[in-house]
């Protein structure tokens, strides 16, 4: 079987340094707001060319207090994307503020700036773009449009950590940018971890705040905040991987490179990115009709997935939002489509080739029972 990912052989290559952090950890005893916090909050900083790095416990709550920081509240508006994770949606709604969605662009299935004008209304907030898969958005005409009309820009950078357009790291681009470090992403924690970077020192500050009950100091609150602490175990345990993630980010874009070369004969869209951007590929995803058909005869010999097959707009939990199918049929469409192939640094030349072929053949078996096969 063709994994997924495999996260044992990124962890086998690196057990010694993360057992001496364990241990340095137990042995110090500061299990929160400690060393390992700050020492990892400067490495991120620096890697994503940021002037702060606020640590948490989950990308979620990175969202959340983003959008606290940038002073998001109940009646707002936020324009932001329907084909991500559910936790873009839900942290606006933490807020109390109301999630506009627009469609995707159907080349980078991310956020459409061409679209988002038309959805500015006098109770527009902020723009919440998500690279999804690992490959930005594009930031340059949604930093215009902000900009132009006054809007702060959180960037979900959730699954982007190392990504780059026109020179600048994702989360750098906008006001804030939100990472998550859940054990799958690019740079995963060994548990649940997020953060979020900002160029401003008062966003900065006032993260911190928050992700600490809202103190200014020891049982001062100066203001209703969260528990949303990392946790100085995974602090320790991302400081030894976050030197990696160079390395790993670029056999990630190798194999890429690789699916790309063998998937250009088969009747499958995949991504494009141009020659200036960087994606990282968190996921690497086609798009085929009859995906989940396609899915299951590559089973189980390839393990594969779909990120997401059920756009946010249309997920039961979010019929709130007040939006039907029909609304974005390019995020729709690309939903019904989208099939995630196994990626991982260290994936083999073999397995990607055996998965490629195991693709086409996936593909022609479907077409022969739909009676189209060429
Ligand atoms: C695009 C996106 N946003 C937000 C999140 C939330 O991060 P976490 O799972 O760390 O809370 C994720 C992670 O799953 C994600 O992929």
Redesign the pocket.
């Known amino acids: 079987m063709i994994p997924f990912l495999d996260l044992k052989a990124q962890h086998a290559e690196l057990e010694p340094q993360l057992m001496r952090a364990a241990q340095r950890v137990i042995g110090r005893a500061q299990f929160t707001l400690g060393p390992e916090t700050q020492v990892f909050e400067a490495a991120l900083a620096e890697f994503c060319g940021a002037r702060h790095a606020v640590a948490v416990n ?3 709550s990175a ?1 959340h207090l983003a959008l606290l920081a940038a002073g998001v509240g109940p009646g707002d508006e936020v324009i932001t994307t329907p084909a ?2 559910v ?2 949606i839900a942290a606006i709604q933490y807020v109390g503020a109301i999630p506009r969605l627009v469609d995707i662009d159907p080349d980078t299935w991310t956020l459409d700036p061409a679209r988002i004008e038309t959805a500015i209304t006098p109770r527009s907030r902020a723009i919440l773009p ?1 690279h ?1 898969h690992g490959r930005m958005a594009d930031m340059t005409a949604i930093m215009n449009t902000a900009r132009a009309h006054g809007l702060v820009v959180i960037e ?1 950078a ?2 982007a950590l190392g990504a780059s357009a026109d020179g600048l790291r994702a989360g750098a681009h906008g006001d804030l940018g939100c990472f ?3 054990p799958g992403k690019n740079l995963g924690a060994c548990g ?1 971890g ?1 953060a979020v970077v900002t160029n401003h020192p008062e966003f900065d500050e006032r993260l911190r705040r928050l992700r600490d009950w809202g103190q200014s100091r020891k049982y001062l609150h100066a203001e209703k905040g969260f528990n949303y602490r990392m946790d100085e175990l995974q602090a320790a345990f991302l400081s030894v991987k976050l030197p990696h993630l160079e390395r790993w980010n670029h056999a990630r874009r190798v194999a890429a490179a690789r699916y790309d070369r063998l998937l250009r004969g088969l009747r499958v869209a995949h991504p494009a990115p141009a020659e200036d951007e960087r994606h990282v590929y968190h996921v690497y995803a086609v798009r085929v009709r009859d995906r989940d058909a396609v899915r299951g005869r590559m089973a189980p010999a390839i393990a594969t997935n779909a990120h997401y097959p059920i756009p946010v707009h249309l997920q039961p939990a979010f019929a709130d939002l007040g939006y039907r199918r029909g609304d974005f049929p390019i995020a729709e469409a690309f939903c019904d489509e989208t099939l995630s192939l196994p990626m991982f640094p260290g994936i083999g030349d073999d397995q990607i080739d055996v998965v490629c072929r195991r693709l086409g053949e996936a593909i022609q078996q479907t077409l022969i029972i739909a009676g189209e096969a060429a």
Do not use: I, K, R
């Open positions: 989950t990308g979620t969202l991500t994770f936790a873009t998500v999804l979900d959730a699954q998550s470090f859940y649940e997020g």
